[in-house]
């Protein structure tokens, strides 16, 4: 009796499933912990960022593995860990810079430094390219779990503009990945 893998054409990519996360989930956080050890984090704050970043990275090499191999997938995995979990911290770096009078405020909650990057690194190389994108899904992460689980951004007045930004910041760093995907 055949199997799934024998059933496949000889052409198809092995895919990863969405559902895989839950399993993959113990080892993200294993692996969140080792990042947060790594640069000297303890904040519970930082720690849920950057295992949120993890997750959508990891769900971006589930959505890669539907236009490049596994192998490719999950080299741009173990490229990106470390400018993802960057992108979790960036705007969070106000509060050194600026003090916590002039926390969240949208140069650093938004998507500008993303856009820099993109221009100045992201077409460089391929390699540059990935890492930056690594970058923008850390940042995105950020973003979009504020527009969740809401902070007030500075100002902007009112909640529903606050989301707005954050959501469409969150975008905005997210849609370069549409365009093309790694291919080695
Ligand atoms: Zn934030």
Redesign the pocket.
């Known amino acids: 009796m055949k199997n799934d893998s024998d059933k496949r054409e000889p052409h198809q990519k092995p895919k990863l499933r969405l559902w895989y996360v839950v399993f993959v989930l113990p080892l993200l956080w294993a692996l969140n912990q080792s990042l947060l050890r790594l640069f000297g984090e303890e904040s519970p704050y930082r720690a849920e ?1 950057s295992l949120i970043g993890l997750i959508l990275l990891t769900l971006y090499t589930i959505f890669l593995t539907r236009r490049v191999n596994l192998q490719v997938a999950l080299r741009f995995f173990g490229l990106a860990v470390i400018p993802c979990y960057i992108g979790t911290v960036l ?2 770096l106000d509060i050194s810079l600026l003090g916590i009078g002039g926390h ?1 405020n949208p140069v650093f ?1 938004g998507c500008f430094a993303y856009i820099g990057l993109w221009f100045v690194l992201g077409r460089r190389s391929r390699l540059a390219n990935q890492l930056v994108r690594g970058f923008g899904i850390g940042l995105a992460s ?1 973003l979009l779990w ?1 527009t969740w689980d809401y ?1 007030d951004v500075r100002w902007i007045a009112g909640g529903t503009k606050d989301r707005l930004w954050l959501i469409t910041n969150g975008i905005i760093c997210l849609a370069p990945l549409r365009a093309s995907a790694p291919t080695d």
């Open positions: 960022h705007p969070d969240r909650h950020h504020d902070g």
